[in-house]
């Protein structure tokens, strides 16, 4: 019997790599729009950060969501994440 792989990815705020079901997908799409993509399946660019608010701060603060998703991404964006990110974790 042979193991199937896991896709493993690599958080943006605290570096760990993890099976890639245990994080949230922060995606880029059309027009530079940034959401959360809690399926991990839809088209766009995408970053991986762990499902909690210290990670997410820490991603933040070293820019790490900015260079992976290649683009700006301004203070009102952060705070509809951050806001998302809680509704998520409270689940």
Avoid: H, W
Wanted: aromatic letters at 4%; glycine letters at 6%.
């Amino acid at each position: 019997m042979t193991n199937k792989k896991i896709p493993m990815r690599q958080c943006v705020g605290c570096g760990e790599m993890k099976e890639k079901r245990e994080l949230i997908r922060v995606l880029k799409i059309a027009e530079n729009e940034i959401v959360l993509d809690e399926t991990g399946k839809k088209n766009g660019r995408g970053a991986y950060l762990c499902r909690s608010a210290e990670c997410f701060k820490k991603a933040k603060k070293s820019k790490g969501l900015e260079r992976s998703l290649k683009t700006a991404i301004p203070e009102e964006i952060y705070e509809k994440l951050q806001e998302e990110m809680e509704r998520i974790e409270t689940r």
